[in-house]
């Protein structure tokens, strides 16, 4: 049996101008959000990165680590957010 996971389309700014997110649902509930994080430097580049935060509650919390791709995060959050 499959577990309905789905995300956001779109990223949501966040209030802190470096990162955005995208809410993560098992079956339309948020179990957690991937954040994206951007620095400018100064090279010129810019790095990008993410983060997974799952919900505890009615808040998050951040899981351990930084990730090369959403992907990546994703995971983290449906690893950690989804109970058994």
């Not at 966040?14 to 809410?23: F, K």
């Not at 954040?35 to 351990?64: C, H, N």
Request: aromatic share 14%; hydrophobic share 40%.
């Amino acid at each position: 049996m499959s577990i309905p996971i789905t995300f956001d389309e779109a990223w949501l700014p966040g209030l802190d101008r470096q990162s955005s997110t995208r809410q993560v649902y098992l079956d339309h509930a948020s179990i957690g959000r991937v954040r994206r994080w951007q620095k400018d430097e100064p090279s010129g580049l810019t790095r990008e990165w993410f983060t997974a935060e799952r919900m505890v509650e009615a808040f998050y919390e951040p899981i351990a680590g930084e990730h090369a791709t959403f992907e990546e995060a994703l995971e983290r959050v449906i690893f950690y957010g989804v109970e058994e």
